[in-house]
Structure formats: C-alpha cells, structure tokens
C-alpha cells in the first residue's frame, strides 16, 4: 500500500462508511430484534440482505482488477491477501459469533444502531472496545514472554 494516498481517499472512506451504515439501518440489520429473530430462524429476511451485498462484493472483487487494472485512488495493484488460519482465528471467531448471538449486534451494524438512535447500542459497543482492549493487551504480553523465552528482540 502507497503512502502517498490521493486526497479524496479519505472522504470516499468516509462517504463509504455512511452509505453502508444507511443500507444495515435501511435493510434493519441496525435493530438488535431483527438480527435475534434472524440468528433463530423466526426472520429470513436477512438473508437477502447478506446475499445481495455478498453478491455485489464478489462481483466487485473479480471486475475491479480486470477493468481497473490498479486501485483508482492509490494506485495499488489489486492482489489477495490470505491470511492464515489458526487457533486464533477460531477463538477470535467463537467470540464474535457469541457476541452476536447474545447481543444482536456486530460492531459495524452497531454503530449504525447508534445513528438510528438506539442509545442503549452503547454498553455493547463499550463491551467490543473492551474486548479489543483486553485482546491487544493479552497479545502484547504474550510476544514479550515469547520474545524473552527464545532470547529475540
């Protein structure tokens, strides 16, 4: 990635950012009751939402390099980047999956749960900061006894 980024980047970012927040409030995936009916198995609706973005974005992902050939704004080459799957992933993902299920929220949707009005939508969202809080400091201090036990700086 370029450091050196065009100056509209971070307004598109921005803009971005506010027409996904209005499609999870528009298509209700902002109201923790509509994602709990989905999460068991009372609403379907939800479905449609999560194909039709899911649809638009593998469309976008197999397009974007053929027509555009580099990244419009940064001039990046449009490459995958895997990322590898392990232990953490699977804890990483358990917590998530149970946040959401207990809540009706994930952190996206939660701050669009904010802008609809739902004030309430707080203690979660304190909740996720917390957790990534708690996560990068569990992570500190597990590659600093790592680092001292294999003698590495």
């Known amino acids: 990635m370029s450091d050196d980024r065009h100056p509209a980047f971070m307004p598109l970012i921005l803009v971005g950012g506010l027409i996904f927040g209005f499609g999870l409030a528009y298509s209700h995936m902002a109201r923790p009751e509509v994602v709990l009916d989905f999460l068991q198995f009372e609403d379907f609706g939800l479905v449609f939402v999560m194909f039709g ?7 976008a992902f197999v397009l974007a390099p053929r027509l555009l050939g580099r990244a419009p704004l940064t001039g990046d080459t449009f490459e995958r980047r895997l990322k590898s799957f392990d232990r953490n992933v699977l804890v990483g993902g358990a917590i998530f999956g149970v946040g959401w ?14 802008g609809i009005g739902n004030v309430t939508i707080l203690w979660a969202l304190a ?16 590659e600093t006894s790592d680092t001292a036990v294999t003698g590495a700086d």
């Open 101 to 114: 299920g207990l809540s009706g929220i994930c952190p996206g949707a939660a701050y669009a749960s904010l």
């Open 127 to 142: 909740g996720m900061f917390l957790g990534a809080y708690l996560q990068g400091y569990w992570r500190t201090r597990s």
């Open 53 to 59: 973005g899911a649809a638009v974005t593998g469309v």
